[in-house]
Nanobody
Framework: VQLQAFGGGLVQPGGSLRLSCEAS????????IGWFRQAPGKEREWVLC????????YYADSVKGRFTISRDNAKNTVYLHMVGLKPEDTAAYYC?????????????????WGQGTLVTVSS
């Protein structure tokens, strides 16, 4: 059972990036997915979460209108689409999955975690 997050990189302010969270060993279909981030020297913070049927999606105020999430069940992958990136979005981004299918903004809620992928927003 493994989650793997990738797709981070260096992007200029105002730019876009898509992060991927790929599962192996289990199907993401019935799992709630959360994305979190941790900037250097700061605590991990919740970014957004989505339920299994994608009809319950919640966003942190700091990313609302700029970040969205989508699933590709055939690829067992969830994507975090980020546009209008700001320097304050610089962080390691983590995806997490919860088997109950219930969304939460608490990191302790989630059962499985991917490794972080670093996003740097800088000119």
């Amino acid at each position: 059972v493994q989650l793997q997050a990738f797709g981070g990189g260096l992007v200029q302010p105002g730019g876009s990036l898509r992060l991927s969270c790929e599962a192996s060993g289990f199907s993401l279909d019935n799992y709630a997915i959360g994305w979190f981030r941790q900037a250097p020297g700061k605590e991990r913070e919740w970014v957004l979460c989505v339920g299994p049927s994608d009809d319950s999606t919640y966003y942190a105020d700091s990313v609302k209108g700029r970040f969205t999430i989508s699933r590709d069940n055939a690829k067992n992958t969830v994507y975090l689409h980020m546009v209008g990136l700001k320097p304050e979005d610089t962080a390691a981004y983590y995806c997490a999955a919860d088997r109950s299918g219930i969304t939460s903004n608490r990191s302790s809620w989630y059962d499985y975690w991917g490794q972080g992928t670093l996003v740097t927003v800088s000119s």
